[in-house]
């Protein structure tokens, strides 16, 4: 199957640049279980995504990042199969800078919910995220967290990760 070479078209259609806390993702010493991370959004637009740009406000310790994204309902809380994918490593340098996950381009419709979730089983990332007040929550998704060992996580809607999606015309 060949896939069109779009990222030249690429533009960002939701972002959340604001980061003045971190949350982590990886095996944190003593706890048995992994770290997850993700964030869930509205799409304001129709187009093919073909990558999604998180901040990694500090790398402890490098290692493989995996990013799944996924539709999303918002009124039961429940992530769909996983839709497109990507990894890449991420090291040292990465800390303090936008991370890039390349995908295949996948479809996204206007006014639909999705979400993206982040994992590493070797690495301890922490990824940039943005804490409000109580009387702003963020309007347009989530944070979200959880563990290996408790999928189903939590959700707050006063915490966004730092993140970029990107479209194709």
Not at 153 to 167: H, P, W
Request: charged fraction near 20%; charge should be negative.
């Amino acid at each position: 199957m060949e896939t069109k070479q779009t990222s030249s078209q690429a533009r960002p259609v939701i972002s959340q640049s604001q980061n003045n806390t971190t949350l982590w993702i990886g095996h944190l010493m003593p706890q048995t279980e992994d770290h997850l991370a993700g964030q869930t959004f509205v799409c304001p637009s129709e187009g093919l995504v073909n990558n999604i740009q998180v901040f990694a406000s500090a790398v402890t310790q490098p290692g493989k990042v995996t990013m799944t994204l996924h539709e999303f309902d918002p009124q039961s809380r429940t992530w769909g199969n996983a839709i497109a994918n990507s990894e890449r490593h991420v090291d040292r340098n990465d800390d303090t800078h936008w991370v890039r996950f390349e995908m295949n381009p996948v479809e996204l419709k206007k006014d639909s919910a999705y979400g993206f979730r982040l994992q590493t089983e070797d690495g301890i990332i922490g990824i940039g995220e943005a804490a409000t007040g109580n009387r702003h929550p963020f309007t347009f998704g989530h944070a979200w967290n959880g563990h290996s060992t408790h999928d189903k996580g939590d959700f707050f809607s006063y915490f966004s990760l730092a993140f970029k999606v990107e479209l194709c015309a």
